[in-house]
């Protein structure tokens, strides 16, 4: 029998099924370059769990930061919490709405 050494929230909870349809969403910025609002164009359908939500950037622009996580009720995605603006953002950042990554959660997995 194995030992699990890292608490499993440390690594996430592993989804139980993938989405049967994936969430999208759009940002939008204000004067200063942070975003302000996102609003999910499509929820999706069939999530287990929220998905991991992520943000472009232009690294030529120095624009970057933005953080936040969505929410879900009766698998879909219904909304996305700003926890963080970003900064100098010259126009809206992509929203990505991604699988939270699997990994092994054994001390010989390599990814730690």
Do not use: C, K
């Not at 929230?9 to 996102?38: D, E, F, K």
């Amino acid at each position: 029998m194995h030992t699990t050494l890292f608490p499993t929230t440390a690594v996430g909870i592993l989804p139980t099924r993938q989405p049967t349809q994936i969430a999208t969403a759009t940002a939008t910025i204000n004067g200063q370059g942070s975003v302000v609002n996102v609003t999910v164009t499509n929820g999706g359908t069939g999530y287990a769990q929220a998905p991991l939500v992520t943000f472009g950037f232009d690294s030529l622009r120095g624009s970057f930061g933005a953080q936040g996580y969505a929410t879900i009720s009766n698998g879909a995605v219904t909304g996305i919490v700003i926890t963080n603006p970003g900064v100098n953002y010259q126009t809206a950042p992509t929203v990505n709405l991604n699988f939270a990554p699997v990994r092994n959660t054994w001390p010989e997995d390599s990814t730690y």
